[in-house]
Every structure is written in C-alpha cells, then in structure tokens.
C-alpha cells in the first residue's frame, strides 16, 4: 500500500509541477498573477516522506534595465508533507505523521533576462505563518492520535529558474 501512495504521489509531482503565470509584457510595469504548485520531499528522519505544496502570488514587475525587472508581490501558499509509515515495534504499534504549513508574506523578486525564454531569478518574502502537525499510532489494536499548531513569523529566501513552455505556461525549479 505504501508502493502504492509513493508512485502515486511521484506521478502528480510529474503532472502538477509546472509553475503557470502570465507571460512578461515588453510594458514599463504591469500585474500579473501566477500560480507555484511544487513537490516537497522530506530530508530529515524521522519526518521523511513525500509531500506537495501550491502558492498563489499576485504583484507588479517594473522593469529596471532590459536586463531585469523587479517585482513586488504577495503570496499566500499550503505544504503538505506526510511521512511515511515510521514502521511497527515489537508492541505492534505503528506512527504515522502529518504536517502542514499556511504562509501569508510579501516581498519581491529579481527577475534577471526577462526577454529570455530562460529566466533565472532570487526572491526574499516575510510573513506570518501556520504550522501543523498530527500523529496517529495504533498500538495493540487501539488508535491515538494527537495534534498540535502553533504560528510564527516566516522568512523565505531563495532562488529560482523558470523555462517557458508556452506564451502562459512556465516550468520552473525554486530552491
């Protein structure tokens, strides 16, 4: 069953994960929309596991040279990762775990080559955001299971490139 969660898991990572956004304009600004929908993958036992997670931001892109624009925006976005199972004991007792985030943050984005169908880019977004977690056990045949929240401020600094497969459909990696 869990072969089965796992590649079905992987295959929407393979349909879902093209970023869709409104192509750049040759405009001084404009507005523009833009919609991230990303796998997310585990590191860290014991919460390793398979994951996915969609933004949806909303700003204005000011172009600062031919070279690059800047873009202001807002974001607001969901992570799911779920663990896999943690694996039964010699009680019989097996731990799923479950986590989930919620942000709200704004900042901006470097666009760099903006005419290039090969658009690298850096972003920096503060916000406020909403950690879940839940685990489930089962042990001797009982179910238990318990849940937390809590939230804090969020900083998100990376990096990104962005490939356009079509006039509206972007393919990208963010790190």
């Known amino acids: 069953m ?3 969660r796992s590649l079905l898991i992987a295959a929407l990572f393979v349909v ?3 970023a869709l956004a409104q192509s750049e304009s040759s405009d001084q600004g404009h507005v523009f929309f833009a919609v991230d929908v990303h796998p997310l993958v585990g590191l860290a036992d014991p919460i390793s596991g398979f994951g996915f997670g969609f933004d ?3 700003g204005y892109s000011l172009e600062m040279s031919p070279t690059m624009r800047i873009l202001p925006e807002g974001v607001i976005g969901y992570s799911w990762l779920g663990s896999s199972d943690l694996g039964d004991d010699m009680f019989g007792a097996s731990i799923d775990v479950s986590n989930g985030l919620f942000r709200v ?10 005419a290039s169908s090969i658009r690298p880019s850096l972003f920096a977004h503060i916000g406020f955001g909403s950690f879940s977690t839940s685990v489930s056990s089962t042990v ?3 179910s238990i299971s318990a849940s937390d929240s809590t939230s804090t401020g969020i900083l998100d600094l990376g990096g990104a490139v962005d490939f356009d497969l079509d006039e509206n459909l972007t393919l990208g990696g963010h790190v």
Do not use: D, E, I, W
Request: glycine fraction near 14%; aromatic fraction near 10%.
């Open 2 to 4: 869990k072969l089965v």
């Open 140 to 142: 001797f045949g009982q």
């Open 16 to 18: 879902a994960s093209p």
């Open 56 to 58: 949806a931001r909303v």
């Open 105 to 114: 943050m704004g900042g901006a984005r470097a666009l760099f080559n903006p």
